[in-house]
């Protein structure tokens, strides 16, 4: 089984920066793509950023040039540093990690338990 632990979210006004970490932990053999998903109210879950093995790296449009994801492979996290926030960022965050249990090919998709970021104007 794989833990995934997020933290960092809050509240802040528009223009603000929050950085959130997601980490981790359990029967992790390697971790192939990691990523950062959002959810608002009505709204479905939807891909914000996600990171490869390979520092492959892919942003929604309307996060490109504010968001900024970056993972530690040595602790087996991942972060979204987001800056120039808007209201309409407001939303739940969870990580998404693709991992690899044991040596064989497999991968297995694990949530985090979501971190609320909230924008005020």
């Known amino acids: 089984q794989v833990q995934l632990v997020e933290s960092g979210g809050g509240l802040v006004q528009a223009g603000g920066s929050l950085r959130l970490s997601c980490a981790a932990s359990?029967?992790?053999?390697?971790?192939?793509?990691m990523g950062w998903y959002r959810e608002a109210p009505g709204k479905q879950r939807e891909l914000v950023a996600s990171?490869?093995?390979?520092?492959?790296?892919s942003y929604a449009d309307f996060v490109k040039g504010r968001f900024t994801i970056s993972r530690d492979n040595a602790k087996n996290t991942v972060y979204l540093q987001m800056s120039s926030l808007k209201p309409e960022d407001t939303a739940v965050y969870y990580c998404n990690v693709e991992v690899r249990t044991n040596p064989l090919p497999q991968l297995y998709r694990y949530w985090g338990q979501g971190t609320q970021v909230t924008v005020s104007s």
């Open positions: 359990g029967s992790i053999f390697s971790i192939n793509v």
């Open positions: 990171i490869t093995t390979g520092d492959r790296i």
